[in-house]
Nanobody, 129 residues
Framework: QVQLVESGGGLVQAGGSLRLSCAAS????????MGWFRQAPGKEREFVAA????????YYSDSVKGRFAISRDKAKSTNDLRMNSLKPEDTAVYYC??????????????????????WGLGTQVTVSS
């Protein structure tokens, strides 16, 4: 079992930036899809971004494209989500998740929660207007 722990959330003003990190421990794997999701109060958990280990390709939802960037920090062994130009509608609990059984991002599949077998507990991001 892999344990994922998010960090880096907090309160920021609109237009500001935050960097979230996701650290993995326990069973290690080299082939995976790492995703970031978020859930606002009263709403379903939604896809934000993903990273495919097979070729390093990144994927984003339309709502964050151009503002968020997902990356792998090999030195720290974390997967990070850099968030710029934050908006109040970005306020949510952010979760990292890993699909340890696949290394190729499939949009119809990996933009849903179902293929991810490991999840962190989430970190709160609040953007004030």
């Amino acid at each position: 079992q892999v344990q994922l722990v998010e960090s880096g959330g907090g309160l920021v003003q609109a237009g500001g930036s935050l960097r979230l990190s996701c650290a993995a421990s326990g069973r290690t794997f080299t082939n995976y899809v790492m995703g970031w999701f978020r859930q606002a109060p009263g709403k379903e958990r939604e896809f934000v971004a993903a990273f495919s280990s097979s070729d390093g390709t990144t994927y984003y939802s339309d709502s964050v494209k151009g503002r968020f960037a997902i990356s792998r920090d090999k030195a720290k062994s974390t997967n990070d989500l850099r968030m710029n130009s934050l908006k109040p509608e970005d306020t949510a609990v952010y979760y990292c998740a890993a699909d340890s059984r696949g290394s190729v991002f499939l949009r119809a599949r990996h933009t849903t929660t179902s293929p991810y077998d490991s999840w962190g507990l989430g970190t709160q991001v609040t953007v004030s207007s």
